[in-house]
């Protein structure tokens, strides 16, 4: 059974960092692509980020240059470095895995971006 675990998430002022991981488990994970999605108030997902089994990553305009994606498959983890914080920032993350054509998603981790 695919098991994704968001953790990291928290209250941070604008200009502030945080780090997002994500736990996978119940797959292969080197050999799948991740992504990370939000979803603010109000607002639909969001697609943020990608890695893919190459270490090849791909960005949201909105975040290109403040967020970087790695991942750690020694410890089946991808992870969300998140700098110069912004309060259009705040949402809901959760990391993403597309398998067999369906994807799959955790419980998310709030992030909040507030003075």
């Known amino acids: 059974e695919v098991q994704l675990v968001e953790s990291g998430g928290g209250l941070v002022q604008p200009g502030g960092s945080l780090r997002l991981s994500c736990a996978a488990s119940?797959?292969?994970?080197?050999?799948?692509?991740m992504s990370w999605v939000r979803q603010a108030p109000g607002k639909g997902l969001e697609w943020v980020s990608g890695?893919?089994?190459?270490?090849?990553?791909a960005y949201a305009d909105s975040v290109k240059g403040r967020f970087t994606i790695s991942r750690d498959n020694a410890k089946n983890t991808v992870y969300l470095q998140m700098n110069s914080l912004k309060p259009e920032d705040t949402a809901v993350y959760t990391c993403?895995?597309?398998?067999?054509?369906?994807?799959?998603w955790g419980q998310g981790t709030q992030v909040t971006v507030s003075s």
């Open positions: 993403n895995l597309e398998r067999g054509g369906y994807n799959y």
């Open positions: 119940g797959f292969s994970f080197s050999t799948y692509a």
């Open positions: 890695i893919n089994s190459e270490d090849s990553t």
